[in-house]
Each structure stands twice: as C-alpha cells, then as structure tokens.
T-cell receptor, first 111, second 114 residues
Framework: EDQVTQSPEALRLQEGESSSLNCSYT??????LFWYRQDPGKGPEFLFT???AGEEKEKERLKATLTKKESFLHITAPKPEDSATYLC????????????FGKGTLLTVNP | NAGVTQTPKFRVLKTGQSMTLLCAQD?????MYWYRQDPGMGLRLIHY???????AKGEVPDGYNVSRLKKQNFLLGLESAAPSQTSVYFC?????????????FGPGTRLTVT
C-alpha cells in the first residue's frame, strides 16, 4: 500500500525565515511525486512534479527536491502570501493515474 | 478556459435526502476523479473514471454513485445522505494523452448533512 507522510503538521515562520517541509513516501514503482498548494476554502493548486531521485524544480521562493525516500519543499525568504497548506502526493506506476495524498503541512508566515 | 468547475458550492441536506454534485471540465481530459477532504484525513479518492462511460471505485466508495455520460462531466450522487458524508468534495481531472500526470482540481463543494 502506498503511503505518504508529511511533516511537520504545522509550521509557523517569520517573514524572511527560510525553512523546509518534508514528504516521506513508500511506493512500489514511483511514477511521480507532486506538490500542491491549498488556500483556505479553495481546491488544491498544482505546483511541481518530480519524476526521479536527484531532480529539482523551482518556482519563485519554492524549490522542491526528491530522493528515493522523501521530498523536500524548501521555502526561501517566505512572505505572508506563502501561507497555505502544502500537500504532497505520489503516483505509482500502473495505478490508473490515482494519486495518494499526504495530510498536508499548514504553513503560516507572520509579517 | 474555466478549467474544472463544480456545482453547487455549498449545500445542506437532511439525513436521508439525496443529491447530485456536478463536475465539468473544458480541458478535454480523459481521466476524472472525485475526492472528499476531511480534517486530519487528507484527500481520499471516492470514485474515478478513465473515460466516457467508465467508472471505478476508489478508496471510500460506499454510499456514493457516479456517472460519466459525457466526457466533460462527472456526476457524484448521494442516494441517502448520512451525517458521516459531511465533508468538502473535490473533483479533479488529468490529461492522460501526455506524460505529465498532474491532476487539476475544482473549487470544491462544501456539504453538510444534519
């Protein structure tokens, strides 16, 4: 059974204070690992897909990395508008494109 | 290009009532999904469809039915609502014709069953 564990459950940062969110996964045959951002009362918004260990993707203040067991979402010099819940999901090969999601990390960035 | 839309946005039902949630996408995606999101549980797959006229069960299908009569629409039905079905429901779709795999989500339907 595919498993995705995100930590911490909640993270509070000061504006400009860089940090990382963790996503540990167990899947037999990884097709891809996905990061989403979810604002309160809205649907998840796609951020990145990582396909193989060693791959990195960047978007503004966010950088996602992938190893064979976990992924990190690094947030550099965050701003209050980066406050959201960040979701991680994995796709197993041959699973009809079904994603398995973690429970998310609630990030709050204080001004 | 509206992406994925969901109707209604909010609904309150009494136990035993029925309703249908509508999902529509204008991206010509083959694959569509229904999830529920509950506090502390994350997103859980209810049913999914790999094309027009097809449906399959996900992780938590009991108490729900689905239909995909048209490629752009995916309907989720509750025949006899229960308080345990109080949740936020999200629809998503994927373009299976290219090797990208990411799902695009709608804005959600917040359902309360009293």
């Amino acid at each position: 059974e595919d498993q995705v564990t995100q930590s911490p459950e909640a993270l509070r940062l000061q504006e400009g204070e860089s940090s990382s969110l963790n996503c540990s996964y167990t899947v037999s045959g990884l097709r891809g690992l996905f990061w989403y951002r979810q604002d309160p009362g809205k649907g998840p918004e796609f951020l990145f897909t990582l396909y193989s260990a060693g791959e990195e993707k960047e978007k503004e203040r966010l950088k996602a990395t992938l190893t064979k067991k976990e992924s990190f979402l690094h947030i550099t010099a965050p701003k209050p508008e980066d406050s959201a819940t960040y979701l991680c999901a994995v796709l197993r090969k041959g699973s009809n494109y079904k994603l398995t999601f973690g429970k998310g990390t609630l990030l709050t960035v204080n001004p | 290009n509206a992406g994925v839309t969901q109707t209604p946005k909010f609904r309150v039902l009494k136990t035993g009532q029925s309703m249908t949630l509508l999902c529509a996408q204008d991206m010509n995606h083959e694959y569509m999904y229904w999830y529920r999101q509950d506090p502390g549980m994350g997103l859980r797959l209810i049913h999914y469809s790999v094309g027009e006229g097809t449906t399959a069960k996900g992780e938590v299908p009991d108490g729900y039915n689905v239909s995909r009569l048209k490629k752009q629409n995916f309907l989720l039905g509750l025949e006899s609502a229960a308080p345990s079905q109080t949740s936020v429901y999200f629809c998503a779709s994927t373009d299976s014709t290219r090797e990208a795999y990411e799902q695009y989500f709608g804005p959600g339907t917040r359902l309360t069953v009293t």
